[in-house]
């Protein structure tokens, strides 16, 4: 009979069918999951069975300390877990989306993980005006703020950023163009090579951009998600949101209704607030369309 011989390993990442896990001992091995839908996220813990040198199996994924969804056109999937925090980097060169930035926000809030923003290229210092008031918000609705120039300050950037992500494990995401690349590969030197090989090992081609990758650092890791639109809310309720946002979830108490939606109610705290212009009307408009979704899809689903 054939010996089986059973390890546990992490997801380092995951594509398809095809996953790599590495093994406490830093071994990395090619996986698959057999006969499952693609359910497994990258920084799973996972009982692997060994059944050749070449062959190993994916038997079963341990709880997770947290969950990250992300989604594209098509559907919501397992982004990442057992995540610490999530590292958003951010420029004015090209704009940012203030939507895809709060998004990263609410996400993080409702999986209960710690939320950095790293404003990137303060270089550009005819922009400062523009951005001021969005960090000041960003730090009043409970964010970390480090400011960064990656490309002219690279050792400034090292230094704050690597106390930061010391020990702990850090999705590291943002829009194209902001300097993420930059950014990791300040932290990680190989991360560039690394990412290449395992391109050519899977054969991925152009497929690569959008694979999730998993890099050892100084007692964490640096979770990396190329290609990354955005995270996925779908699976929030209605309440996950309300409770999400610090400027709604501070002001429930005072609505009139104790099921109020902040939508079209009378006597609404969170209005009056927006009226009285002491919540941002695109924080608003940003819950608005947020509640608007969830109860349509709470409503489909019965
Ligand atoms: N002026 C300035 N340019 C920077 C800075 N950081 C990065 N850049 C430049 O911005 C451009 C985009 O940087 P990348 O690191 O490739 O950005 P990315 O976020 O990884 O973008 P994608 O690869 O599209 O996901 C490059 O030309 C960088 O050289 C900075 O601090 N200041
Ligand atoms: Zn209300």
């Given at each position: 009979?054939?010996?089986?011989?059973?390890?546990?390993?992490?997801?380092?990442?995951?594509?398809?069918?095809?996953?790599?896990?590495?093994?406490?001992?830093?071994?990395?091995?090619?996986?698959t999951r057999k006969?499952?839908?693609?359910?497994?996220?990258?920084?799973?813990?996972?009982?692997?069975?060994?059944?050749?040198?070449?062959?190993?199996?994916?038997?079963?994924?341990?709880?997770?300390?947290?969950?990250?969804?992300?989604?594209?056109?098509?559907?919501?999937?397992?982004?990442?877990?057992?995540?610490?925090?999530?590292?958003?980097?951010?420029?004015?060169?090209?704009?940012?989306?203030?939507?895809?930035?709060?998004?990263?926000?609410?996400?993080?809030?409702?999986a209960d993980i710690?939320?950095?923003?790293?404003?990137?290229?303060?270089?550009?210092?005819?922009?400062?005006?523009?951005?001021?008031?969005f960090i000041e918000?960003?730090?009043?609705?409970?964010?970390?703020?480090?400011?960064?120039?990656?490309?002219?300050?690279?050792?400034?950037?090292?230094?704050?950023?690597?106390?930061?992500?010391?020990?702990?494990?850090?999705?590291?995401?943002?829009?194209?163009?902001?300097?993420?690349?930059?950014?990791?590969?300040?932290?990680?030197?190989?991360?560039?090579?690394?990412?290449?090989?395992?391109?050519?090992?899977?054969?991925?081609?152009?497929?690569?951009?959008?694979?999730?990758?998993?890099?050892?650092?100084?007692?964490?890791?640096?979770?990396?998600?190329?290609?990354?639109?955005?995270?996925?809310?779908?699976?929030?309720?209605?309440?996950?949101?309300?409770?999400?946002?610090?400027?709604?979830?501070?002001?429930?108490?005072?609505?009139?209704?104790?099921?109020?939606?902040?939508?079209?109610?009378?006597?609404?705290?969170?209005?009056?607030?927006?009226?009285?212009?002491?919540?941002?009307?695109?924080?608003?408009?940003?819950?608005?369309?947020?509640?608007?979704?969830?109860?349509?899809?709470?409503?489909?689903?019965?």
């Amino acid at each position: 009979m054939k010996e089986q011989v059973w390890f546990k390993a992490r997801v380092i990442s995951s594509h398809g069918k095809h996953s790599f896990v590495e093994k406490e001992d830093g071994t990395v091995l090619e996986a698959t999951r057999k006969g499952k839908k693609v359910d497994l996220a990258v920084g799973d813990i996972v009982e692997c069975l060994q059944t050749s040198p070449e062959q190993v199996s994916i038997q079963k994924i341990e709880p997770r300390r947290s969950l990250l969804y992300r989604s594209d056109e098509l559907r919501t999937k397992p982004l990442a877990s057992n995540i610490d925090q999530v590292a958003v980097v951010f420029a004015t060169r090209p704009s940012y989306n203030p939507h895809f930035i709060w998004k990263a926000m609410l996400a993080a809030e409702t999986a209960d993980i710690h939320i950095l923003m790293i404003r990137n290229k303060t270089d550009f210092t005819a922009d400062e005006a523009l951005v001021r008031p969005f960090i000041e918000q960003l730090k009043e609705l409970g964010a970390e703020v480090v400011e960064v120039s990656a490309t002219t300050d690279p050792e400034g950037t090292v230094k704050s950023l690597e106390p930061l992500f010391r020990g702990k494990v850090t999705l590291l995401i943002g829009q194209s163009g902001m300097g993420k690349s930059t950014i990791l590969n300040l932290l990680v030197k190989d991360a560039g090579q690394r990412t290449q090989e395992y391109s050519v090992a899977l054969n991925l081609g152009k497929q690569t951009t959008t694979a999730v990758r998993w890099f050892n650092y100084e007692g964490g890791a640096i979770v990396d998600s190329p290609g990354f639109q955005e995270f996925g809310l779908s699976h929030l309720t209605l309440n996950d949101i309300m409770r999400g946002m610090p400027e709604i979830r501070d002001r429930v108490e005072y609505c009139r209704f104790t099921n109020c939606r902040h939508l079209n109610e009378p006597g609404c705290a969170v209005k009056t607030a927006v009226d009285k212009g002491e919540i941002d009307p695109e924080r608003y408009a940003f819950y608005k369309e947020l509640a608007e979704k969830a109860i349509a899809a709470e409503k489909n689903n019965y």
